[in-house]
């Protein structure tokens, strides 16, 4: 696979995880939520050791890897960023977690030196405008009968993509939108020998933006919308494409007996 650059630059990433301090997400946490769900709602077998092993494309700063080692799991990731393999490891250590292979390096050259039970990312795909060949990459490595999870947000329906469009414009232009259509990567899994499970919008309104300038009237309309958002969650679905903060996806690599 050739290497494809991602639109939001290494340097920004890296200047962002500089001071990043680590924690566990709380309890509420959407993704957490959805990442539980998915493990609990489609348990994996265990090997004759006992053993469940995870890989997170895009891991650091290591937060959903700690959900996954809650459950269980033998964690692998890669990361570009420097801290992923200076100090995170340490981090995840310090919590009891088993450590697989943590690797500091570039997805696209990445060769893990087996298959996992579980592949996944939050946040990550949409990065790349050949969003559907990153897809293929995270089919690669997951071991038969297990799970491909993805998760990305959603800055397509329409009151998401309005949004970001007026508060949050340097932000989204680093993200490709037409990845963020879960429906798209149906037949593009499908084609890769897996069973999609579950595929759509999750959870109740919720919206966020990226570090950038803003003019202070923008601002002031920000803060407003921001106040009233406990009202929008009550009155708006849960899984929704226009109001959706996320989209993902759960699907098992079918084994040859299933074929």
């Known amino acids: 696979m050739n290497k494809s650059e991602s639109l939001y630059p290494q340097t920004l990433w890296d200047h962002e995880y500089h001071d990043h301090q680590f924690e566990l997400p709380r309890e509420g946490d959407q993704v957490r939520i959805w990442l539980e769900n998915a493990i609990s709602n489609f ?3 265990r090997d004759a050791k006992g053993l469940l092993t995870c890989l997170e494309i895009g891991c650091f700063p290591g937060r959903y890897l700690a959900v996954m080692g809650q459950k269980g799991f033998e964690l692998s990731g890669i990361d570009q960023t420097p ?8 981090w995840l250590k310090s919590h009891s977690f088993s450590l ?50 993805i998760i ?14 007026i508060f949050d414009r340097e932000n989204m232009d680093r993200h490709c ?9 149906v037949p593009i899994v499908e084609s890769q020998g897996f069973q999609v499970l579950e595929c759509g919008y999750f959870d109740k309104l919720d919206f966020w933006i990226g570090c950038q300038r803003q003019p202070l009237l923008k601002k002031i309309i920000f803060w407003g919308i ?20 996320y989209c993902g996806l759960i699907a098992k690599k079918l084994s ?4």
């Open 256 to 259: 040859k007996s299933d074929l």
């Open 177 to 185: 939108v037409d990845s963020m259509n879960p429906y798209a990567w």
């Open 43 to 45: 348990p994996i077998a």
């Open 152 to 165: 990305v947000p959603n800055f397509q329906g329409w009151f998401q993509k309005l949004f970001h469009r």
């Open 83 to 90: 801290r992923v393999t200076s100090d995170m490891p340490a």
């Open 226 to 245: 921001r106040a009233i958002k406990p009202v929008f969650k009550i009155l708006t679905p849960r899984r929704s494409r226009a109001f959706s903060p």
């Open 100 to 149: 697989g292979e943590i690797t500091r390096g570039d997805f696209f050259e990445y060769q893990p030196k087996h298959k996992f039970d579980v592949v996944y990312s939050v946040g990550f795909l949409e990065h790349f405008t050949d969003w559907s060949k990153v897809l293929i990459k995270h089919c690669d490595w997951v071991k038969s009968d297990g799970l491909l999870l």
